[in-house]
T-cell receptor, first 112, second 114 residues
Framework: QQQVKQSPQSLIVQKGGISIINCAYE??????FPWYQQFPGKGPALLIA???DVSEKKEGRFTISFNKSAKQFSLHIMDSQPGDSATYFC???????????WGAGTKLIIKP | GAGVSQTPSNKVTEKGKYVELRCDPI?????LYWYRQSLGQGPEFLIY????????DSGLPNDRFFAVRPEGSVSTLKIQRTERGDSAVYLC????????????FGQGTRLTVV
């Protein structure tokens, strides 16, 4: 019930393409769903987050799509750039204590 | 400081030794978290402090691990009798209570037990 399953494990996208990473959760008590970006040797940095009262949130080239009934959410990176090459993690938590349960990560490579 | 600071950035220790990892959170952040990240994995929750007290320590793997935050600011994660399986990156994060809820992470301490 505590797991967050993330796919794919790795992804290669051409520059200018759309990168899509998917996550699924089981615990219906989760009410906060962030995506983090991590570069080698650095800590994770919050990219974008969503709460279950909306189905989509867009910030610049990054969009989260959220499907509450399916218990799934995804990250879309439009016009992917080489600088987006990093590892991306989805996570979920109950906002009250903010203990994040993390996916296993997706290593994204954007080819120039 | 401007961000969450963790020291040391790298620590190599011999099996059986004791280590301390330090976290300086963003000034004014009342909540502080420790996570452990193994190679190729997502971070795994260890412990959460609200002020000086440990609000949730359910993620600590065993009694060799202990963390303190005596004045509600700096936190120290302490590992006794280290084992090779303790090798990982230990991440610290802090956030304000309320507001946007964003947690800010430090760069981590890479612990290697040889």
């Amino acid at each position: 019930q505590q797991q967050v399953k993330q796919s794919p494990q790795s992804l290669i996208v051409q520059k200018g393409g759309i990168s899509i990473i998917n996550c699924a959760y089981e615990n219906t008590a989760f009410d906060y769903f962030p995506w983090y970006q991590q570069f080698p040797g650095k800590g994770p940095a919050l990219l974008i987050a969503i709460r279950p009262d909306v189905s989509e949130k867009k910030e610049g080239r990054f969009t989260i799509s959220f499907n509450k009934s399916a218990k799934q959410f995804s990250l879309h990176i439009m016009d992917s750039q080489p600088g987006d090459s990093a590892t991306y993690f989805c996570a979920a938590s109950r906002d009250s204590n903010y203990q994040l349960i993390w996916g296993a990560g997706t290593k994204l490579i954007i080819k120039p | 400081g401007a961000g969450v600071s963790q020291t040391p950035s790298n620590k190599v220790t011999e099996k059986g030794k004791y280590v301390e990892l330090r976290c300086d959170p963003i000034s004014g952040h009342t909540a502080l978290y420790w996570y452990r990240q193994s190679l190729g994995q997502g971070p795994e929750f260890l412990i959460y402090f609200q002020g000086t007290g440990a609000a949730d320590d359910s993620g600590l793997p065993n009694d060799r691990f202990f963390a303190v935050r005596p004045e509600g600011s700096v936190s120290t994660l302490k590992i006794q009798r280290t084992e090779r399986g303790d090798s990982a990156v230990y991440l610290c994060a802090s956030r304000t209570t309320g507001g946007s809820g964003e947690a800010f992470f430090g760069q981590g301490t890479r612990l290697t037990v040889v």
